[in-house]
C-alpha cells in the first residue's frame, strides 16, 4: 500500500548543510504506540493507558493485528519480539515456526530436482506456528495485566467486525492467493461480493478460536480444541503439522546482539534472525567509512551503502542460520579484521560485480509480508515486535473452522542451495530444512540506547529488504540527524547480493540513478522497500512514526 499522505512539513537545520523538508512525527509526552493498523494501535494505547506495560499492549497490539491485518497479523505464524526494560534488563523472545518433524531437506524439489511452488502456497507451506506461545511467554515472564483483558479487543474486533479501510478492501481484492482456498475465499472475500472500503468485516470462527485462547491461553492451540482441528485440518488436506507438532512447539528466549555504532548501544536480533548481526556488521563498515559526509541520498553514500549491504547478504546466504541446528559464526562475521576487510574491498567509485563477491571466510570460523510494531510505556519499557505469515496472507490457506490464516514460512529455509526463494534470496546449505528446525529470518526488531537510556524503538516487514530498511532508519537518525517521521519516510534503496540488483523506491532524483548507474549498479525501481514503524526518545518526549508507506498509526499520551 503506497499512499504517500499529505503531511505537514517543516524546516529544520540539518548537519550536513542545508535545509531539508521534514514532515512531524506524532508526539506524546509518557507513552507511545505504532502499529500497522490503526484499530491495533488503539487497542496498545488502551492498554497502557490503563496500567499496562509495554508487553501487555504488546500481546494485545498482536492480537489485535491478528483480526484486523490478515495479510501480516496472524496467530498462524511467528515472529521475535526484543525487550528492554527500564532496570536495563533486556531479552528476546524467540517464536519463530518451525519445520514439521515431517518435513525433510529436499520436499520442495520436484521430479526435474528443481524447486516447486509447494513452499509459497497450501498447507504443506507452513511451518508450526509460535505466536500464541511466544506472546504468552512474554505475558508470563514480563507482563502484569490479566491474560484475558489483553484479548479482549481482538476477541470484540473480530466478533463485532471492524470497518474495512480503504487499503484493507484493495488488498483482499486484489489476492490471487486467497482466491485458490475455499475457506479463504469465504471469509476474506466474501465468496467475490468483495469487502468495499466502510463495510464491516465480522470474523465469527476466528473470535472462538480467540475467545478460547483468551480462556485457556496457549494451551488450547497447541493441546486443545484449536490444536486438535488444526491437525485435523492438515491431515484432510496433506499438510505436515501434526497434534505432536503442535505440543512439542515452545518460544525461547535468547540473549540480544549487542553492539556500539558512533556511541549509540545497538540491542538486535539474534539468529535465528540474521538481520542483527547484518545490523551490526554493515554498521562496522560504516563506521569508519567516512560515507555519510556525502550526505543523505547522495549516489556517493547509497552507493558506498549498497556495497556494504552486498557484502553483507553474501555472508547471510552462506552462513547464518538456526543456531540449534548449525554453528553460525557471529562473532567471527562481527569481528573487527572481518569487518575491516570488508571496507576495504569497496572501491568508492565502482560497483562490484556480485559475481566477484563470495562470503569471506568468517574470523575463527571453522527472508513479503510481514509487520512489526514498536511500543514504549510510561515507564520507558520498550518492545520491538515483528511477526509475519511470511508471504501477504501467508500460505493463503485457513485453517479450517478456526478462521485464522496460516504461514508459509517454510519458504524461507534454502529448497535448493543456489536457486532463489519467493523474495529472492539466494541462499545456502546451512538453512537446509530439518525437523524442527527454525528457518533463517531477516526480522530485525531494534532498539537504541543513548547514554545508557532509550533513545530509538524500530523495525519493519520485508523479508531480506528488512535488514536495508531498519539500517537506513537508524543511518537517517544518527548520521544525518533526520526526526524520526522523516527518518522512516525517506525513500530507500536495498542490495542482497544476488540478483546484482540495487533495488530503489521511486524519489531519488533521475540525476543520483544516473550517478548510481555510472558507478556500475544495475538500479531497478521498485514501489516499496519496508514498511518501518519507529519510536525516538529525545528531550523528555516521545516521536513516533508510522510510515507512510502504510495505512499505520502512531498514537500516545
Ligand atoms: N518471513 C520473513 C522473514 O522472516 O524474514
Known sequence: MREILALGALLVAVPW???????????????????????????????????????????????????????????????????????????????????????????????????????????????????????????????????????????????????????????????????????????????????????????????????????????????????????????????????????????????????????????????????????????GVLEKSGYEKHGAGSAASIHFVAETMRRFFAARNTYLADPDYVRVPVAGLLDKRYVAKLRESIDPERATRSSEVSALDPAGYESSETTHYSIVDAQGNAASVTYTINGGYGCGVTAPGLGFLLNNEMDDFTAKPGSPNAAGLVQGEANAIQPGKRPLSSMTPTIVLRDGRLFLVAGSPGSGRIISTVLEVLLNVIDFGMNVRDAVDRPRFHHQ?????????????????????????????????????????????????????????????
Open 497 to 557: 547480493w544476488k540478483p546484482d540488483t540495487l533495488f530503489m523506491e521511486p524519489g531519488f532524483s533521475p540525476d543520483t540513478l544516473a550517478l548510481l548507474r555510472g558507478r556500475g549498479h544495475n538500479v531497478e525501481t521498485v514501489s516499496g522497500i519496508g514498511e518501518a514503524a519507529a519510536i525516538l526518545a529525545e528531550g523528555g518526549w516521545l516521536q513516533g512514526a508510522a510510515d507512510s508507506r502504510s495505512e499505520g498509526k502512531a498514537s500516545g499520551y
Open 17 to 283: 548543510g542545508f535545509h531539508a523538508r521534514a514532515a512531524e512525527p506524532v508526539r506524546a509526552r509518557h507513552a507511545m504506540v505504532v502499529t500497522r493498523e490503526a484499530h491495533a494501535t488503539d487497542a496498545g494505547v488502551a492498554v497502557l493507558r490503563a496500567g499496562g506495560n509495554a508487553v501487555d499492549a504488546a500481546v494485545a497490539v498482536g492480537f489485535a493485528l491478528a483480526v484486523t491485518l490478515p495479510a501480516a497479523g496472524n496467530i498462524g505464524g511467528g515472529g521475535f519480539m526484543l525487550l528492554r526494560v527500564t532496570d536495563g534488563r533486556t531479552t528476546f523472545i524467540d517464536f519463530r515456526e518451525r519445520a514439521p518433524k515431517k518435513a525433510s531437506r529436499d520436499m520442495y524439489l520436484g521430479p526435474d530436482g528443481n524447486p516447486t511452488q509447494d513452499s509459497e502456497a497450501g498447507y504443506r507451506a507452513a511451518g508450526v506456528p509460535g505466536t500464541v506461545r511466544g506472546l504468552e511467554l512474554a505475558h508470563r515472564k514480563y507482563g502484569k495485566k490479566p491474560w484475558a483483558g489483553l484479548l479482549a479487543p481482538a476477541v470484540s474486533l473480530a466478533r463485532d467486525g471492524f470497518d474495512v479501510s480503504y487499503g484493507l478492501a484493495r488488498s483482499l481484492r486484489a489476492s490471487r492467493l486467497l482466491a485458490r482456498f475455499p475457506e479463504s475465499r469465504r471469509i476474506f472475500q466474501r465468496d467475490g461480493a468483495y469487502y468495499e472500503a466502510g463495510e464491516r468485516f465480522r470474523q465469527p470462527e476466528l473470535a472462538g478460536t480467540l475467545d478460547r485462547i483468551a480462556r485457556s491461553g496457549a494451551a488450547d492451540f497447541y493441546e486443545g480444541e484449536t490444536a486438535r482441528k488444526l491437525a485435523a485440518g492438515m491431515v484432510a488436506n496433506g499438510g505436515l503439522i501434526t497434534l505432536e507438532d503442535l505440543k512439542q512447539y515452545s518460544a525461547v528466549e535468547r540473549e540480544p546482539l549487542r553492539g556500539r555504532y558512533r556511541g549509540y548501544e545497538i540491542l538486535t536480533a539474534p539468529p535465528p534472525s540474521s538481520g542483527g548481526t547484518g545490523i551490526l556488521q554493515m554498521m
